[in-house]
């Protein structure tokens, strides 16, 4: 089972990610459930949504879409307070993915405002950290998302992914 947890505030888009992420596992017949907890959203406070996924080979069940503590393989974190604020949920060993000013700038400035959600799913993507990688991320996306902003997002993916290459490899 792959658990992953999206950290964010309202407007970022945390809930989007899950669902890019869900239904991805769902495109692969992947099992899936999800859940998010929204406290105060629409003011900027905090959203957390949790993605779990297993094969369908009936040896795992999926029993619960929320993910205990100290068991989710992969934190996004969209915003590095509500990251930090749920890092009791990752396990030993687990992926924290989140980024500085400064490739947050980046990717704002090379795909937009509301494409950080997206270029962490790719940075993830990149690590290895889900059970599909970059590109059957970006076939839900042409599906899934909006037609206005399918460019925008296939860009953050790639942007994402490429900025997490060049960390991993930086050390």
Do not use: W
């Not at 503590?69 to 969209?78: E, F, R």
Request: proline fraction near 4%; glycine fraction near 12%.
């Amino acid at each position: 089972m792959t658990s992953v947890l999206i950290a964010g505030v309202g407007g970022q888009g945390s809930v989007f990610a899950a669902r890019v992420l869900g239904e991805t596992a769902l495109r692969l017949r992947l099992n899936v459930r999800g859940s998010e907890t929204i406290g105060m959203a629409q003011r900027g406070g905090s959203v957390v949504s949790h993605v779990r996924m297993a094969p369908r080979d009936g040896a795992l069940e999926i029993a619960s879409p929320m993910i205990p503590p100290g068991k989710a393989d992969v934190i996004v974190a969209l915003n590095a307070i509500e990251g930090e604020r749920n890092r009791h949920f990752l396990r030993d060993g687990g992926l924290f993915v989140c980024c500085d000013e400064e490739q947050r700038s980046a990717i704002m400035q090379a795909c937009g405002a509301k494409s950080l959600n997206v270029a962490l799913l790719g940075a993830a993507a990149a690590l290895g950290a889900f059970p599909f990688g970059l590109d059957e991320l970006a076939e839900t996306l042409h599906s899934f998302g909006k037609p206005q902003f399918i460019e925008q997002n296939l860009s953050a993916l790639r942007l994402g992914a490429e900025m997490a290459r060049g960390t991993a490899a930086d050390g």
